[in-house]
């Protein structure tokens, strides 16, 4: 499977952006999809993901009320809406799928080459 990421970008604070990955290839009705990201110096972390089969949603502490994640089954595309961006959501943003409903990095076993997203004012 391939993902791609796309919708990155300069924003000012408060701003929104939103984010797509477009899965092609060999899909799979049971799959996790998360969204991670990983600003300069620090560590890969998660940031949403949804089941595929019953859109459960996971969030991270630090989005809950600000991002949404959501799909379209049609167009096998996952989105993060990201609404009242800070500065500290700066980080390249990576889509990611796992067979698990996780939100551990390491249990993602496919990912995209990422998308910048910068929050500056």
């Known amino acids: 499977v391939q993902l791609v990421e796309s919708g990155g970008g300069l924003v000012q604070p408060g701003e929104s952006l939103r984010l797509s990955c477009a899965a092609s290839?060999?899909?799979?009705?049971?799959?996790?999809m998360g969204w991670f990201r990983q600003a300069p110096g620090k560590e890969r972390e998660f940031v949403a993901a949804i089941n595929w089969s019953d859109s459960n949603t996971y969030y991270a502490d630090s989005v809950k009320g600000r991002f949404t994640i959501f799909r379209d089954s049609a167009k096998n595309t996952v989105f993060l809406q990201m609404n009242s961006l800070k500065p500290e959501d700066t980080a390249v943003y990576y889509c990611?799928?796992?067979?698990?409903?996780?939100?551990?990095?390491?249990?993602?076993?496919?990912w995209g080459q990422g998308t910048q997203v910068t929050v500056s004012s």
């Open positions: 990611a799928a796992s067979f698990y409903a996780t939100t551990r990095v390491n249990e993602y076993v496919c």
């Open positions: 290839g060999r899909t799979f009705s049971s799959w996790t």
